[in-house]
């Protein structure tokens, strides 16, 4: 009786052994999936993040104010950290976490504050689609827009052309390159380093949005000085109703009008009396759920408040 246990013990054992088995072997498979993904994604942001920051010499920057490279690593938004694209020790990403207080030239307002210009013809001669570069002083956001003939190339591929995840902003394939539409959209990835899009996430906070209320459009016929309205979360399926964030044509100049105030009224954050005249700027990305997204939108002035080195 005894053999017959200890035998059924063991036969019950040895068939609940290869299960296991295999269940460790999908784990350790997963497992080191995941492992190969992490490094790959690592290798992209670091290898991107070297290709937009040699941009930075395209831009230059009026006397006194201080560049990307002074400032170090920008501030990013609440809950995600600025990531140095090369290798430093804790106490050097520490220190250069911090941005230096913005001092304004004397007897100037900060909405009139000097604007860098971009030099459009070599970076054009690098990559003929670009159209623009959008900034926000501050912050990591600074950074090249093109424009491919669809909205899917540059969602896996960056600036020079090379295939990463990263990606590139890109200014809507339907929307005029001048960006002299009603609405100009610009889409861009939030990647979890705090590269691309990923610091408008920080307007989903009150004090972000204090402390930078407006976007820098650099054009090649000048800089424009963008105020934002309106910072909300939207579905996709929105995509083709009228009060769509990402709405492009409109039938009246009142309608138009109507559109910008009820996008203005889901605004999660406190953006002030919403500026009238000029055409909307929209920056979408994804907010950090499966299938949501995150839109700021800004008005254009009509004139630029400075020039820049277009071509």
Request: charged share 25%; hydrophobic share 35%.
């Amino acid at each position: 009786m005894s053999s017959k246990d200890n035998s059924g013990c063991a036969r019950r054992s040895g068939r609940s052994a290869v299960p296991r088995t295999v269940l460790a072997g999908i784990c350790l498979a997963a497992a080191a999936m995941s492992a190969v993904m992490l490094l790959e994604n690592a290798r992209e942001d670091r290898e991107s993040g070297e290709v937009y920051a040699s941009l930075e010499q395209f831009l230059t920057f009026p006397a006194g104010e201080p560049s990307p490279s002074d400032e170090q690593i920008p501030a990013a938004p609440p809950g995600v950290s600025a990531v140095p694209q090369s290798d430093s020790s804790d106490a050097e990403r520490a220190a250069q976490s911090a941005v230096p207080e913005r001092v304004e030239p004397e007897g100037v307002e900060p909405s009139a504050a000097p604007l860098p210009e971009a030099d459009f013809e070599a970076l054009r001669a690098i990559n003929p689609d670009t159209v623009a570069w959008i900034r926000i002083e501050g912050t990591s956001l600074s950074l090249p827009v093109v424009q491919a003939e669809d909205n899917e190339y540059y969602l896996d591929h960056i600036f020079d052309g090379s295939r990463s995840s990263v990606g590139c902003p890109y200014l809507d394939c339907g929307n005029s390159p001048d960006f002299s539409d009603s609405c100009s959209i610009i889409y861009g990835h939030n990647r979890r380093n705090g590269a691309m899009f990923a610091p408008l996430l920080g307007y989903a906070e009150q004090s972000w949005f204090d402390e930078h209320p407006s976007v820098t459009l650099i054009l090649p016929d000048g800089g424009y000085t963008v105020r934002i309205f309106s910072v909300l979360y939207a579905d996709p399926d929105e995509a083709g109703s009228d009060t769509s964030p990402w709405r492009r044509s409109f039938e009246s100049e009142e309608e138009f009008d109507g559109w910008a105030a009820a996008l203005a009224a889901r605004s999660v954050v406190d953006c002030g009396d919403t500026p009238s005249g000029g055409r909307v700027l929209v920056l979408s990305t994804c907010d950090n759920s499966p299938d949501g997204r995150f839109v700021v939108l800004g008005r254009i002035p009509e004139e630029p408040d400075a020039p820049t080195n277009g071509a």
